[in-house]
């Protein structure tokens, strides 16, 4: 089978794999139809690794995608029992433990025996066929095509983070960086009744996209970003800040936005791994500051956002490039050319 495999940074080679075997016993075999890239694959294919996590061999990177199972091993898992083969399904790609204590304190997505799609050691979906947990596959409605089941990940993310703020009707916002992550979050916000969201950002397509989709658009490129949202808000600020960018300078940025007694949630991802802010603006202000770490438990609701048109998961998607032509797409993504939002790979 065809594969997608990142041998060093920015050294993305498709090449031939072998199949993978038949599936064990609670797992199914799925054909990947559609998947996205994402900004922690971005990292990856830029440096070779994300965060302490250090690709060691050549590894296939993807996480976000969608597909339809072509056989299944059937065992105790009750969902299982719901899939056959032929289904249509959207994939979660982390594979908790669900023994160790984060797990059983119903958190998922801190589990300290993670294992994750694209993510060293564990190769990730840009392949033709992959193997996964039963319990990870999430049946996709009749109206929902591979492209959103495959969106249905980061969408998971940022809902996940408008959960942390415990963001509600009235409440104002800000949104560091118009990536799909911040264009998903500015939706969901919305939906929340959150209202006004400003959103930051020096792309101007993307300014544009996220005015489409309900923001106020500050224009980053032009400076005075500070000024104009402490005019806007009569001095205030905000009562909740999303840094969704690289977490470098926007994350002090995202702390002088917020009010006194605010919240500031940081879902972007430093490429160096540091964090940096001024520490007295934070605690002057009393910030609540809280790491948001991928999802749990957000496919069902995600399915039916999306399902029912409250949030537009297509309007993200800017390019599509077949499997072949992966490498291509990751070097137009990682350096932002030709008005790139969110690429998708079509199998």
């Known amino acids: 089978m065809k594969a997608v495999r990142l041998h060093g940074p920015k050294d993305l080679r498709v090449e031939e794999l072998p199949e993978p075997g038949p599936p064990t016993k609670g797992h199914v075999t799925i054909r990947v139809s559609a998947a996205g890239i994402c900004g922690s694959d971005l990292h990856t294919y830029l440096d070779g690794r994300i965060g302490a996590t250090v690709n060691e061999a050549p590894l296939v990177l993807g996480h976000e995608f969608a597909g339809v199972i072509e056989s299944i091993a059937y065992g105790d898992d009750v969902r299982a029992r719901d899939l056959a083969p032929g289904t249509r399904v959207a994939v979660d790609p982390a594979q908790p433990c669900g023994s160790c ?19 060293f050691p564990d190769d990730g979906c840009f392949r033709e066929r992959i193997v996964m947990p039963a319990h990870c596959c999430h049946p996709l409605p009749a109206n929902l095509d591979a492209e959103s089941g495959a969106l249905l990940e980061p969408l998971g993310v940022a809902l996940h983070a408008l959960e942390l703020a415990k963001s509600s009707r009235g409440d104002t916002a800000v949104i560091v960086g118009a990536g799909p992550i911040g264009l998903l979050i500015l939706q969901a916000a919305r939906h929340a009744g959150v209202d006004p969201v400003y959103v930051i950002e020096h792309l101007p397509w993307r300014l544009r996209l996220a005015e489409e989709l309900g923001g106020i658009p500050v224009d980053a490129s032009e ?20 840094e969704a960018a690289w977490a470098d300078e926007s994350v002090q940025l995202a702390v002088e936005l917020t009010r006194p007694g605010g919240r500031l949630v940081l879902v972007g991802i430093p490429r160096e791994d540091t964090l940096t802010l001024k520490h007295s603006a934070a605690r002057r202000k009393g910030l609540t500051v809280l790491f948001s770490r991928r999802m749990k438990h957000t496919y069902p609701r995600a399915i039916q956002l999306v399902e029912q048109g409250t949030i537009n998961v ?25 008005q790139v939002v969110k690429v998708m790979i079509q199998f």
């Not at 400076?223 to 999303?242: C, K």
């Open 101 to 119: 204590e984060p797990c059983l304190r119903g958190h998922p997505n801190l589990c300290a025996r993670l294992r994750f799609c694209g993510l």
């Open 223 to 242: 400076g005075g970003q500070l000024q104009r949202i402490s005019v806007a808000t009569a001095g205030r600020g905000v009562d909740v800040a999303f």
């Open 314 to 338: 297509k309007a993200l998607i800017s390019h599509r490039f077949p499997l072949a032509e992966a490498p291509q797409a990751f070097a137009l993504n990682s350096e932002y050319r030709d």
